[in-house]
């Protein structure tokens, strides 16, 4: 009875840490996932911002509300598609996505300094790393903050949209202020969740896709927590 009790002790260890390991991986895959689609922003960004005819194309005419809301339009399309793509599509739709986010953030670079980008980027990305490790770790259910998250959320983007033809700098600066703190709580809750999901779906054929829209969740977090920040923070060209 006792080696068969130590029998099966030892094969749940095992089982255990191939789970871990599963997860372990999953979550790498999220992260790098984020970390490409990051990578494609800035230099798509970077690309556009370092040529002044480009520039003046895009945000010296009306194509400027095209490259402000067609992330957006990219969001919806990932909502009511993902379940149609192949995970290689997905992931191609993703790194589109990211490239044509670079483009609209190419804007920065016109207006703010290069030391305020920096700073307010590594000021984010601290955020986030600190945020998603708590999300990861801590025993504590977050569950019930997705809701009121979710209302803020749509709050901001809301009041952002009325403030683009407004143009009040203090409604700008409460704005980004509530922005930060909503997306720093999305930031532990979507990684929480992101957890939760493979606890629940290990195996499953989906689990691939469910990485890709994790890594987009992810991603959206730390660049609005980067341009709220920047705006709020940040020292704009002479």
Not at 8 to 23: I, K, M, V, Y
Not at 67 to 80: E, G, K, N, T, Y
């Amino acid at each position: 009875m006792e080696n068969l009790s130590q029998f099966n002790s030892r094969a749940a260890s095992g089982a255990q840490a191939r789970f871990d390991e599963g997860l372990r991986r999953h979550m790498l895959g999220i992260y790098r996932n984020m970390g490409i689609g990051l990578l494609v922003t800035a230099l798509v960004a970077m690309a556009v911002a370092s040529i002044p005819a480009l520039t003046a194309l895009i945000f010296g005419t009306p194509l400027k509300w095209v490259a402000m809301f067609a992330p957006l339009a990219f969001i919806f399309f990932f909502q009511f598609r993902i379940e149609k793509m192949t995970t290689a599509g997905a992931r191609t739709a993703f790194f589109a996505f990211a490239a044509v986010m670079g483009v609209s953030m190419a804007a920065i670079f016109l207006t703010f300094t290069a030391t305020s980008i920096a700073s307010a980027f590594f000021a984010a990305s601290a955020m986030f790393l600190g945020l998603s490790l708590w999300g990861y770790t801590t025993k504590r259910d977050l569950t019930g903050l997705g809701s009121f998250l979710f209302i803020g959320l749509l709050a901001v983007i809301g009041v952002s949209i009325v403030n683009l033809f407004l143009g009040s700098s203090t409604l700008q600066i409460i704005v980004s202020a509530v922005g930060v703190l909503v997306f720093a709580g999305l930031t532990a809750w979507d990684t929480q969740r992101l957890k939760s999901e493979y606890i629940a779906f290990a195996g499953h054929e989906g689990i691939e896709k469910m990485a890709i829209m994790g890594a987009l969740s992810l991603y959206l977090n730390l660049i609005n927590m980067f341009q709220l920040l920047l705006s709020l923070f940040g020292q704009q060209e002479d």
